[in-house]
């Protein structure tokens, strides 16, 4: 075990990062970041699969790697993390998705991104995952962060967690986004995509609550003269849809670096979901200056705010509307591309990671 002897001792579990930067990753790893560079005298463990965190870990002096082998939501974990945990030695340990291991015996302070599986389940255990694994653990953790105000009511309500012990935690935006990326790197980043000029872009998957295809309607219904960039995995029921969609360029994944150019080139960003925990393409949509038309559904009214465009999520119709003004409007996009970059400035990892340690100081008290 490395660190400074008198350092205090902070665990976090970062095996959901395994090197592609999805939403999840991205805030345990820009947050464990933000927070060892803003506490340089603590010492922050992080568990972790193949190797993922070995480059931060060659940047920042007090932030270790702590191998261990079990996927997360297996029986594995519970054997083998609470012992690693045990052998670490930490003052407290931050679980910072769902996946909450049982047998953690020092202080405990959890994350909750959000309540899809609740909500959504697919499998028929979620719903009991949630009110037998996950609850009484929140009950027993020193503090409970979650991404949006919504999602704190979301475990009043369901869940039965006393709000007084639900700290809320913003997300933090990618400077990068909001530097101006070069015309010729647009014009290259269209090429190698196959995208027309003036593209929408919707980044989503196919599970139902991201509400892809009442967006493939809407867009249908409006026909622009334009194309849909939409970022999605593969699904058979996707497929079939998108063999007489209109002029719809799915991709399957887009690089890190690639993201500035594919927001800044983007005349609108689209995110049509029944249920997010924050929404983070929209915060980093307009810090790059990309007007967004969001779901009235969820966090993400509070993300959005007045200043983009929200819609009915189960009216494609409303949609399609929006879509037609928004595309012949451009002083209207020019002024939420303006109000939008505004918005995001308070969105830093920074200040996502001073409200980290606070809740940690509370914890350890």
Not at 156 to 177: C, F, K, M, Y
Not at 246 to 262: C, I, K, Y
């Amino acid at each position: 075990m490395g660190g400074n002897q008198g350092a205090v001792r902070i665990l976090i579990d970062g095996r959901m990062f395994r090197g592609r930067m999805h939403g999840l990753a991205r805030y345990v790893f820009a947050t464990l970041q933000a927070m060892a560079r803003g506490a340089p005298d603590w010492h922050f463990g992080v568990l972790e699969r193949e190797g993922a965190f070995a480059d931060l870990a060659a940047e920042l002096p007090n932030v270790e790697p702590v191998p261990v082998q079990a996927d997360p939501f297996t029986l594995a974990e519970h054997l083998e993390l609470p012992r690693r945990v045990a052998e670490w030695n930490p003052a407290l340990f931050h679980a910072p998705t769902i996946a909450v291991p049982s047998g953690i015996r020092c202080r405990l302070v959890a994350t909750v991104p959000d309540l899809t599986p609740f909500h959504f389940p697919r499998r028929g255990w979620e719903r009991l995952y949630f009110r037998w694994v996950l609850a009484p653990a929140l009950r027993r953790a020193r503090g409970v962060l979650v991404y949006s105000q919504h999602t704190a009511g979301d475990l009043v309500e369901n869940l039965g967690i006393l709000r007084e012990r639900i700290t809320v935690t913003g997300l933090g935006v990618d400077p990068a986004l909001a530097r101006a990326v070069a015309p010729a790197a647009l014009v290259d980043l269209r090429k190698r995509l196959g995208l027309e000029d003036g593209y929408v872009l919707c980044l989503a998957n196919p599970k139902p609550h991201k509400n892809v295809e009442v967006l493939l309607k809407a867009w249908d219904k409006a026909r622009p003269q334009a194309d849909l960039a939409l970022v999605c995995p593969r699904a058979a029921w996707l497929d079939e849809v998108l063999v007489s969609a209109h002029r719809v360029r799915r991709l399957d994944h887009v690089a890190e670096e690639d993201l500035p150019a594919l927001y800044q080139g983007a005349r609108l960003l689209v995110i049509p979901s029944l249920y997010e925990g924050f929404g983070l393409p929209a915060a980093e949509a307009m810090a790059a200056g990309t007007p967004v038309i969001a779901a009235r559904a969820a966090s993400l009214p509070e993300v959005v705010g007045q200043d983009g465009w929200l819609f009915d999520p189960k009216d494609p119709a409303d949609l399609a509307w929006a879509l037609a003004n928004l595309l012949h409007d451009p002083e209207r996009r020019a002024e939420l591309s303006r109000r939008g970059r505004e918005r995001a400035a308070r969105w830093t990892w920074e200040e996502a990671a001073r409200t980290h340690l606070r809740v940690y100081r509370e914890a350890l008290r």
